[in-house]
């Protein structure tokens, strides 16, 4: 078939069109793996969080309102969703506004109108955002075969699994003192993972780690993560013991950790890789399916003495639970 200038340029624009709708329309599905006999509770929250996000896309949204119908607290509702998905929420919600917006620039839309749509206060701001996701400015978006991305819509889907248990017990305890040195922790793009290892090299290497170490008690050395919300995107994580009855060098802190209920998970193998993976495991399984909410108290990592990089040394995580 012969198509002459127009009828060509027409042709790849509508063939261009519907090939960027199929790849949108379908949803990038991410499946929560839960012990046998999970509430179905947190999943459904969370898609409903999802479908506000997606009905409210245009609009000025309120992460805040987001966690209350995803049933969990601003800090730990983006903290889980970045570790299921890989991704933070503020991430997510700007690929789909450029993904969206990227569509309505080829339905023939005006530029200036759709950044001002998707919140964007300048086309500048909109075409530096635009050209950064998609590789090119909008106006050459319109272009016929122009490559544009496309991040589809989430869906939180549920696969059962009984084949790898974690071992737990729920304890009651009262308010105690804790002394150390502290440093305040990023969660953006999962700096998490890497700030708190350096932060325990950095107390070996000058010797903060020597000197807490040998005043630890029966329970060892903690690590305490806390001051969630406290700081957007962000929290304080404490190389602590027990309070010792001595004055304090220079740099180090005393604090309260109040009383709460705990759900203790035992784990072994080499650190720091076993309790960052128990860690992911106790978000995005344990808690999804056991029913509790994170209390929003510190939670502690219980290291006793011994060789943390023996695949059989032996540690805890405590996190503080409410029904």
């Known amino acids: 078939m012969f198509l002459g200038k127009r009828s060509k340029k027409r042709f790849f624009q509508t063939c261009h069109r519907t090939a960027f709708k199929d790849r949108t329309d379908k949803q990038k599905v991410f499946n929560i793996e839960l012990e046998r006999g999970g509430s179905m509770n947190w999943l459904d929250a969370m898609n409903k969080a999802v479908e506000y996000l997606e009905d409210n896309i245009t609009e ?4 805040e309102k987001v966690a209350k119908i995803a049933l969990s607290s601003t800090f730990h509702f983006q903290r889980m969703y970045h570790m299921i998905t890989g991704i933070t929420i503020a991430e997510y919600i700007r690929r789909r506004r450029l993904t969206l ?3 309505d620039i080829v339905s023939g839309e005006k530029i200036i109108n759709v950044a001002y749509k998707y919140g964007y ?6 075409t530096k955002a635009f050209g950064k996701m998609h590789g090119i400015s909008p106006s050459a978006a319109r272009e016929p075969g122009a490559n544009l991305k496309a991040y589809p819509k989430l869906s939180f889907h549920i696969s059962i699994k009984g084949d790898k248990n974690m071992d737990y017990k729920i304890v009651d305890k009262e308010s105690f003192t804790v002394v150390g040195k502290q440093r305040r922790i990023t969660m953006v793009d999962g700096e998490n993972f890497k700030q ?24 060892g050395v903690l690590g305490i993560c806390k001051d969630f919300g406290k ?16 004055t304090l060098p220079s740099g180090y802190i005393s604090t309260t950790i109040p009383a709460a209920t705990w759900a203790i998970f035992e784990l072994v193998g080499a650190l720091p890789e076993a309790i960052q993976d128990l860690t992911r495991r106790i978000f995005t399984e344990w808690l999804p399916a056991a029913g509790y909410q994170h209390d929003c108290a510190p939670e502690l990592e219980v290291y006793p003495k011994g060789d943390i990089y023996s695949p059989d040394y032996r540690c805890e995580i405590w996190i503080p639970i409410k029904k």
């Open 60 to 63: 000025k949204l309120d992460i």
């Open 101 to 103: 917006a990227a569509q």
């Open 121 to 126: 206060e300048t086309p500048e701001a909109f």
């Open 196 to 219: 708190v290892p350096q932060f325990w090299n950095d107390c070996m290497n000058d010797g903060s780690y020597e000197w807490i170490n040998s005043r630890a008690g029966e329970r």
């Open 231 to 246: 700081y957007k995107d962000e929290f304080n994580y404490m190389i602590a013991i027990e309070n010792i009855k001595e």
